[in-house]
Structures are given as C-alpha cells and as structure tokens.
C-alpha cells in the first residue's frame, strides 16, 4: 500500500460530484462531523420550515393547518421521499413513532400472517431494542412463541419451517457489518419464514433495493442519516402483496379506515396508513419532510462510492499512523460487506473519544470499547478524513486523553 497524502486526498475531493452538497447543511465551518450515523446534522430549510409551522401555521391558522397545511399527509408525504432511498413504491411506505414500536408492530403483523409458527430468529448483539421489543413481543404473544439468536455469520443455517419471521438489522451498529438482503430473504422464503429489516445503520448511507430483494417488511430511523431531527419520526415498509392481510396490534385510531367518522369499531385503513397509530408530531414531520430535500437529485450509487472511499480511506490511514497505539479494527475491510461507519476497538475507547470530540472531530462510544465514526457523503470529505486521523494520532501522541476529564461519563455516550 502506498502512503496515503494529504495531496492525495485533497485531489479526491476535486474530483468528487458531491463536494458541493455539504452547502446543503448548516454545519459549523470547524467541525468534522463523524457521527451522522447516529444524529445527522441540520440540513439548511429545516430551521425555516419549523419556525414557518410554528409562526404561520400554527400560531395563526391554528387547527385549520391540519388541512390547509396538510398536516395529516405529513405521514403518508415523508413515506413518499423515502420510497426511492429503500428501493420500494410510495404507498408501501410511512413514517410514524419510532424505529422500536414499528418494529414491534410489522414484528407482530408478519407473526400474524405466518400462522402455527412460533419462533422469531435474531442474531445476538443485535441492537439492544430490537431484540427488547422481540422479548416484550414473544412474551405478550405467549403460548409457544420464542425468540431464538443465531450469529449472523450462521443465520441462513438457523433459519426452519419453525421460523415465523426473521429480523435483522443489515449494517450492524457496531461492526458496520453488511448482510446480503437479497441471499437471506431468499433464503427465509425458502423455508416459508418471512423477514423484516432493520435499516436504521443502512438508510441514506447505502443503495437499497428492498422490491428487488422481494423484503417482507422493513424500518428505519429518520434521525441518523436521513438527519430528519433529534428523535425524528422513523418509517416503516410493507410489501405491496402483505398490505391487504396486514394486522397490526396498535389499533389506534390514525389506522382506521374512517377515522374522522368517530364509530365505536376498528376497521383497518385499506391502505399502508392502517400501520399507524396515533397522531402524528407534526413539528418533528415538518423537519423530517424539508430535510429529506437534501436527498434530492442525489444518486445512492455515487453516495455509495464515496462512502467506501471514504471508509476505505480511514482504515488505511489508522493502520498507516497509529499503528504504535493498539487500535484494533472492528468493521470488514471487505466493500461489499461494510455499511458507512467504521469502528475501532481500543481500552480506552471512551476516553479517547471524549479528547477527539474536545478537539472538534465528534464520533461516539459504544460500549465496552468501541469507538465509532461515521462517514456521511453529503458532508464529509476526504481531507476531512485525513484531519480527523492526523488529529487522533496528535491525541495519542501527547496523550492528553488521561486527563481525568475525558473520563466521566455523560448518560448518553
Ligand atoms: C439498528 C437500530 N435499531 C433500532 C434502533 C432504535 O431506534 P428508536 O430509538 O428510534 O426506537 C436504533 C437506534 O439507534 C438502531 O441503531
């Protein structure tokens, strides 16, 4: 391998096609934003259109705006934006509640129409809620139903005519370990089981095609890299060939099919809105529908190529100039198997990230000892990359991590 430079990465930059689109977000000029995996930044339009839902609709036009400013499409609008991102039509789409409770409802619904199958298959160290809201699932469904974990190196393996519905998050959010959407819904049709994908670590980051993989159901985060917001609204996907057949147990009254008729019976909406439970956050939908703008025009396929160029660029740099200070690798260095994030394993993980953050190059921590960073196309450039581990390498050089300081724990890491 030859020595990466800083010339070499400036060149990058020139010739990228999506240098320009960090003008899309309002990011402070001296910062290297490495954590849009976790919270995306705040695109430009986003502070306008909230303060226009506040000042006009809400202020003056009062509860009028549910119509006037359609309010109540904000659902059904944003599932839309999403569609092109996850490879799915618009109808098939729609955002409400959190990744969590969608989960459990698409969780539940795929249960439902899977009938005399008892086991739902997960892998071990999935992301804590998922596997939460599977445990709260099987025990509220009781009787015979389980919550089996295979690794995901042996899921297809653990996949049986047992197997009610298998759910996977496809970046791991940790590793940034990609899985084959298309080879493991095959593989649980294969067997009559159906699937659900988690694509919280996957969405805005990577080329998804959830049709072309014939997915059963999926969701996802609307904070992380679609940047919708602090705690933003998620989305979920039905397949087309399940909306008819879907019962979701969060009857509320936003998935009623007449919900304005105020009858005393549920009948579910016919369409992909009988997945939604009860009024939506339209400050948190107003965000969310003018930030996912900032996907406009954009090609997956390009953001895809910078993002492994990217993480690409990173690794290599940690094995070229910190190889003196035990950072270990946690993330394939295989392309066709990492997401957009790559992490580093190190003991002191935590403290270490605290002094990055300190000196304005924000990752995260992931316990026990994983520091995580996240490469995001529309904002983060090669240079950036090459700053951030020129500025690891002079943390760990002049070891200003040990200050006690960087030790304490805030309640979220
Ligand atoms: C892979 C994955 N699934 C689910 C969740 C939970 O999302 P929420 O807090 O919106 O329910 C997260 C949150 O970070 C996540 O990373």
């Given at each position: 391998m030859s020595k990466v430079t800083l010339e070499w990465c400036r060149e990058q930059d020139a010739e990228d096609p999506l240098r320009d689109l960090r003008n899309r977000f309002d990011l402070p000029e001296d910062l290297i934003y490495m954590d849009g995996n976790s919270l995306g930044p705040l695109p430009k339009g986003?502070?306008?259109?909230?303060?226009?839902?506040?000042n006009t609709e809400w202020r003056t036009d009062l509860i009028k705006s549910w119509n006037t400013a359609d309010w109540i499409k904000l659902p059904s609008k944003i599932g839309a934006k999403?569609?092109?991102?996850?490879?799915?039509?618009?109808?098939?789409?729609?955002?409400?509640?959190?990744?969590?409770?969608?989960?459990?409802?698409?969780a539940a619904a795929a249960c439902k129409i899977n009938p005399d199958r008892f086991?739902?298959?997960?892998?071990?160290?999935?992301?804590?809620?998922?596997?939460?809201?599977?445990?709260?699932?099987?025990?509220?469904?009781?009787?015979?139903?389980?919550?089996?974990?295979?690794?995901?190196?042996?899921?297809?393996?653990?996949?049986?005519?047992?197997?009610?519905?298998v759910v996977l998050t496809q970046v791991h959010y940790v590793t940034a370990d990609m899985l084959d959407m298309v080879a493991i819904t095959k593989a649980a049709h294969d067997k009559g089981a159906l699937i659900v994908w988690d694509l919280c670590h996957s969405v805005g980051a990577v080329p998804l095609d959830?049709?072309?993989?014939n997915a059963d159901f999926a969701v996802g985060c609307g904070y992380k890299y679609l940047n919708g917001g602090p705690g933003a609204p998620a989305f979920l996907f039905v397949a087309d060939r399940h909306l008819e057949a879907v019962e979701q147990p969060l009857t509320g009254w936003m998935g009623h099919k007449a919900p304005f008729d105020f009858v005393d019976a549920y009948t579910p909406n016919d369409s992909i809105k009988r997945m939604l439970v009860g009024t939506p956050s339209v400050l948190a939908a107003s965000a969310f529908d003018t930030a996912l703008d900032a996907f406009s025009g954009v090609n997956m396929a390009d953001i895809r190529h910078k993002s492994l160029g990217l993480t690409k660029l990173f690794i290599d740099l940690v094995q070229q100039e910190l190889s003196d200070y035990s950072f270990k690798n946690a993330t394939p260095t295989d392309s066709n198997r990492r997401g957009s994030h790559v992490?580093?394993?190190?003991?002191?993980?935590?403290?270490?990230?605290?002094?990055?953050?300190?000196?304005?190059?924000?990752?995260d921590f992931r316990a026990p000892n994983y520091m995580r960073f996240g490469f995001t196309p529309?904002?983060?450039?090669?240079?950036?990359?090459?700053?951030?581990?020129?500025?690891?390498a002079e943390i760990m050089e002049t070891e200003v991590w040990q200050d006690p300081k960087y030790s304490e724990r805030g309640s979220v890491t």
């Open positions: 986003v502070a306008e259109r909230v303060a226009n839902t506040i999403i569609a092109p991102l996850i490879g799915a039509s618009a109808h098939e789409v729609i955002s409400a509640d959190s990744t969590s409770v969608n989960l459990f409802k698409v086991e739902i298959l997960s892998e071990p160290g999935n992301f804590p809620s998922d596997l939460y809201m599977m445990q709260g699932l099987t025990k509220f469904l009781g009787g015979n139903y389980k919550l089996k974990t295979a690794n995901r190196t042996g899921i297809i393996d653990a996949i049986t005519e047992k197997t009610a519905v959830l049709n072309g993989a992490s580093l394993m190190h003991n002191n993980g935590y403290a270490i990230m605290q002094a990055l953050i300190d000196h304005k190059v924000i990752g529309l904002y983060l450039g090669y240079e950036d990359v090459y700053r951030a581990v020129e500025t690891l």
